[in-house]
């Protein structure tokens, strides 16, 4: 299983955007889906958006479509959240996640459907 760190959480004001990175070690994310979850004090890990690293295909939630894109960064073995039109109900701890499999267009949204955890990055934002 890849290792996984996330970086690029902060302090942002309401309307601001925030580049969040998922850097893989340990092997390629070859035959992995990537997905971010992000987690806001007392509420449940909430599944954002997710990337098949095989193909590119991506989804992202209705929360967060159209204001957030996943994306990845090949050569890198990294995975983008890029956070635009940031609103405080975004503030929360950002984690990323991989799954391997072989599948293309399952789009696994569960906490346990995903193997590998980073540590999560800070995302706070003032009003």
């Known amino acids: 299983q890849v290792q996984l760190v996330e970086s690029g959480g902060g302090l942002v004001q309401a309307g601001g955007s925030l580049r969040l990175s998922c850097l893989a070690s340990g092997g390629t994310l070859s035959g992995y889906h990537v997905a971010w979850f992000r987690q806001a004090p007392g509420k449940e890990r909430q599944f954002l958006a997710r990337?098949?690293?095989?193909?590119?295909?991506?989804y992202h939630t209705n929360a967060v479509r159209g204001r957030f894109t996943i994306s990845k960064e090949d050569a890198a073995n990294r995975v983008h959240l890029q956070m635009n039109s940031l609103k405080p109900d975004d503030a929360a701890v950002y984690y990323c996640?991989?799954?391997?499999?072989?599948?293309?267009?399952?789009?696994?949204?569960?906490?346990?459907?995903?193997?590998?955890w980073g540590q999560g990055t800070r995302v706070s934002v003032s009003s």
């Open positions: 996640a991989a799954k391997e499999t072989t599948s293309v267009t399952t789009i696994y949204t569960r906490e346990t459907d995903y193997d590998s």
């Open positions: 990337l098949n690293w095989s193909d590119g295909g991506t």
